[in-house]
Each structure stands twice: as C-alpha cells, then as structure tokens.
C-alpha cells in the first residue's frame, strides 16, 4: 500500500484504507471515495491539488494532504 499522493500520473488504483478521522472519512465517502473504489491519477504535480477520474468519467480534485490519508494499492492491467 501506498499514499495516494505518490502515484505516478496515469496509474490506476484502488483505495485500500483511508487514515485520518471521521469527518475526513465522511467528506469523502460522501464525494464517492471509499475503501474499494478504483481511481485514475489524471494529474499529480509536485504540489498542487490531484485530478482524479472514476465512476464513469467524474473528476475530483484533492489537496494533498487529504491524498496523504488515503492508502491504496496499483491495479495491474490484467484487472482492466
């Protein structure tokens, strides 16, 4: 498992866990990121917010902080 904030742009990957506290695991689960959902990195700079694209083409962005909370792990292309 990795941060989310340090996967390259275009790797696809799925939420493992997500640290931090409830407010923070509420206000993302409400926004669609939850433990399971799978993820594209659109863009990622070294700093700045992280685009992200997933359930049939929304886009996210997430300050890096918030990317730090969350856990995941890459998705071979086997798994497309």
């Given at each position: 498992?990795?941060?989310?904030?340090?996967?390259?742009?275009?790797?696809?990957?799925?939420?493992?866990?997500?640290?931090?506290?409830?407010?923070?695991?509420?206000?993302?689960?409400?926004?669609?990121?939850?433990?399971?959902?799978?993820?594209?990195?659109?863009?990622?700079?070294?700093?700045?917010?992280?685009?992200?694209?997933?359930?049939?083409?929304?886009?996210?962005?997430?300050?890096?902080?918030?990317?730090?909370?969350?856990?995941?792990?890459?998705?071979?292309?086997?798994?497309e």
């Amino acid at each position: 498992m990795i941060p989310l904030g340090m996967v390259a742009p275009g790797a696809r990957v799925k939420v493992v866990a997500i640290h931090g506290g409830g407010r923070v695991r509420k206000r993302l689960g409400d926004l669609g990121v939850t433990p399971g959902t799978e993820l594209q990195i659109v863009q990622s700079g070294g700093r700045g917010p992280i685009l992200l694209a997933f359930k049939d083409d929304a886009r996210l962005a997430l300050g890096r902080g918030i990317s730090l909370k969350i856990q995941v792990e890459p998705l071979d292309a086997e798994s497309e």
